[in-house]
């Protein structure tokens, strides 16, 4: 089993930063990979950006990859997203997933989540 919390989440002003940090607890994710996802009231969640655990290649969304950097830190077992130039259209629940299906978009194949932290973006 793998433990996934997050925290950093928030009330930003337009144009402001935050850094979400996703704690990982439990089995080794090596063969793993790990991604941010968001998700807004009625709709799906939505992939954001993904790393893999060995080889810390990323992938990013398209619409977010000009503002948001993934990356992780192994030997704290930790996972971050940065994200740069919040506009309003970002608020959302940011959730942390794992997946044996490395940079997976698909929310289906990721096997442990977290419980999301809030991000509200707004003047």
């Known amino acids: 089993q793998v433990q996934l919390v997050e925290s950093g989440g928030g009330l930003v002003l337009p144009g402001g930063s935050l850094r979400l940090s996703c704690a990982v607890s439990?089995?080794?994710?090596?063969?793993?990979?790990t991604a941010w996802f968001r998700q807004t009231p009625g709709k799906d969640r939505e992939h954001v950006a993904s790393i893999s655990w060995i080889t810390g290649t990323t992938q990013y969304a398209e619409s977010v990859k000009a503002r948001f950097t993934i990356d992780d830190d192994n030997l704290k077992n930790m996972v971050y997203l940065q994200i740069n130039s919040l506009k309003p259209e970002d608020t959302a629940v940011y959730s942390c997933?794992?997946?044996?299906?490395?940079?997976?978009?698909?929310?289906?194949?990721?096997?442990?989540w977290g419980h999301g932290t809030q991000v509200t973006v707004s003047s």
């Open positions: 997933g794992a997946s044996s299906v490395v940079h997976s978009t698909a929310a289906a194949t990721y096997n442990y």
């Open positions: 439990g089995r080794s994710l090596s063969g793993y990979g």
